[in-house]
């Protein structure tokens, strides 16, 4: 057998943990240093592009005969809703809950600070929220008048988030950030764009149908039916943004970068 030729077996071989591990580590390491202004602006076009996955999923809430609680429906609304995740994620935009775990990772490493840490949650943190603010603002102005999604849709899908009391959006809002997370190590480990398309496909898809508050896509959701709907509250809104963004943010730091860290490192 000659050499030179790609052994097939060894391609298909999934990567070992270590190796995923220390790609987590170069990866948040990479965004860790990153300069200030493209850390916002990548922040920034993240809070943008998420926000199509709201926008379809009030499509398909004005367009579809049935509403929340119908299966179709449901299932139809959890794949819209993972458009966003997928536009951001393979388009290499800076997403908060991703780098919940990601950035984490250095830092249980001692290869980054603390404080280099919380530059980098609070700038990308702020872009992801301020192109969340502008996106919802032009679809609210300029898509009602196409025809295709009603306001009602729109405040239908904030109040399905707001709905609930305040300790389900931090519990509920510590899984969406643990499925993050986990969505953050799989893609590391996974080898090509197909099978990095179906692993954020399926857990964003889970995420929307388990209706877990994902404050960066939730800023979204709420902010429609806030500027809609007299019955959302700035307060609502507000009470979502902090309780889920704590929640994701601790589902993802606790659950999956502190535990694979260390068994990893444990394993070694």
Same mark, same amino acid.
């Given at each position: 057998?000659?050499?030179?030729?790609?052994?097939?077996?060894?391609?298909?071989?999934?990567?070992?943990?270590?190796?995923?591990?220390?790609?987590?580590?170069?990866?948040?390491?990479?965004?860790?240093?990153?300069?200030?202004?493209?850390?916002?602006?990548?922040? %920034?076009? #993240? @809070?943008?592009?998420? $926000?199509?996955?709201?926008? +379809?999923? &009030?499509?398909?809430? =004005?367009?579809? *005969? !049935?509403?929340?609680?119908?299966?179709?429906?449901?299932?139809?609304?959890?794949?819209?809703?993972?458009?966003?995740?997928?536009?951001?994620?393979?388009?290499?935009?800076?997403?908060?809950?991703?780098?919940?775990?990601?950035?984490?990772?250095?830092?249980?490493?001692?290869?980054?600070?603390?404080?280099?840490?919380?530059?980098?949650?609070?700038?990308?943190?702020?872009?992801?929220?301020?192109?969340?603010?502008?996106?919802?603002?032009?679809?609210?102005?300029?898509?009602?008048?196409?025809?295709?999604?009603?306001?009602?849709?729109?405040?239908?899908?904030?109040?399905?988030?707001?709905?609930?009391?305040?300790?389900?959006? %931090?519990? #509920? @809002?510590?899984?969406? $950030?643990?499925?993050?997370? +986990?969505? &953050?190590?799989?893609? =590391?480990?996974? *080898? !090509?764009?197909?099978?990095?398309?179906?692993?954020?496909?399926?857990?964003?898809?889970?995420?929307?149908?388990?209706?877990?508050?994902?404050?960066?896509?939730?800023?979204?959701?709420?902010?429609?039916?806030?500027?809609?709907?007299?019955?959302?509250?700035?307060?609502?809104?507000?009470?979502?943004?902090?309780?889920?963004?704590?929640?994701?943010?601790?589902?993802?730091?606790?659950?999956?970068?502190?535990?694979?860290?260390?068994?990893?490192?444990?394993?070694?």
């Amino acid at each position: 057998m000659d050499d030179s030729e790609p052994d097939t077996f060894a391609v298909m071989e999934q990567m070992p943990t270590q190796e995923v591990l220390d790609s987590l580590i170069e990866s948040g390491l990479h965004e860790i240093r990153r300069e200030k202004s493209g850390l916002l602006l990548s922040g %920034f076009s #993240a @809070g943008l592009d998420i $926000g199509f996955g709201p926008l +379809l999923m &009030a499509v398909v809430l =004005t367009l579809s *005969q !049935g509403s929340y609680g119908d299966l179709t429906t449901e299932l139809l609304l959890a794949s819209v809703y993972s458009v966003g995740f997928l536009f951001v994620i393979l388009g290499r935009s800076e997403l908060f809950t991703e780098h919940t775990t990601l950035a984490v990772v250095p830092v249980l490493d001692r290869q980054a600070s603390i404080g280099q840490l919380m530059r980098l949650w609070g700038l990308v943190y702020v872009g992801n929220i301020v192109g969340g603010l502008l996106f919802t603002l032009l679809a609210v102005v300029l898509m009602p008048g196409l025809g295709v999604i009603s306001p009602e849709a729109f405040e239908l899908i904030a109040t399905k988030l707001v709905s609930h009391q305040l300790h389900w959006l %931090f519990v #509920a @809002g510590v899984f969406a $950030g643990w499925l993050m997370g +986990l969505l &953050a190590w799989l893609i =590391t480990a996974a *080898q !090509g764009t197909l099978s990095r398309v179906a692993i954020i496909w399926i857990v964003t898809a889970t995420i929307g149908l388990l209706h877990l508050p994902h404050s960066i896509a939730g800023n979204v959701e709420v902010l429609f039916g806030l500027f809609i709907s007299a019955s959302i509250t700035p307060l609502d809104y507000l009470a979502f943004l902090s309780l889920s963004t704590i929640g994701n943010a601790f589902g993802g730091a606790i659950f999956v970068a502190v535990l694979k860290y260390g068994h990893v490192v444990r394993g070694a």
